[in-house]
């Protein structure tokens, strides 16, 4: 089985950055398509962005577009969700998510599409 860690969640005030990681074990077939979600307190999991390791193909949410950013560490098997200029409302837990593919941003972006996660770590915007 695929186990993601995350790691880098914590508090931060508003306007500040975090940088989570998520680290795969390795596995060159099944971590594909990599994709944070985060959930708020009593709803559904939504996208934030995303990535499709093989083709660096990305995708970001329009509420993080411009403050955010994916990127892969091929070597070291993880994606990191750099966030800048943080708002009260980028308050959540995170998750990171991976699959053996990205087939299109529609499947990128919706939970069930993926059969890995990670325990999740809480960012709290102040």
């Known amino acids: 089985d695929v186990q993601l860690v995350e790691s880098g969640g914590g508090s931060v005030q508003a306007g500040g950055s975090q940088r989570l990681s998520c680290a795969a074990s390795p596995s060159p077939n099944s971590n594909r398509c990599m994709t944070w979600f985060r959930q708020y307190l009593g709803k559904q999991r939504e996208a934030v962005t995303g990535?499709?390791?093989?083709?660096?193909?990305?995708y970001y949410s329009d509420s993080v577009k411009g403050r955010f950013t994916i990127s892969q560490d091929n070597a070291k098997d993880t994606v990191y969700l750099q966030m800048d200029t943080l708002r009260p409302e980028d308050t959540a837990m995170y998750y990171c998510?991976?699959?053996?593919?990205?087939?299109?941003?529609?499947?990128?972006?919706?939970?069930?599409?993926?059969?890995?996660w990670g325990q999740g770590t809480q960012v709290t915007v102040s």
């Open positions: 998510a991976a699959h053996v593919s990205c087939p299109d941003i529609a499947r990128m972006t919706r939970p069930g599409w993926y059969n890995y």
């Open positions: 990535i499709d390791t093989s083709r660096a193909i990305t």
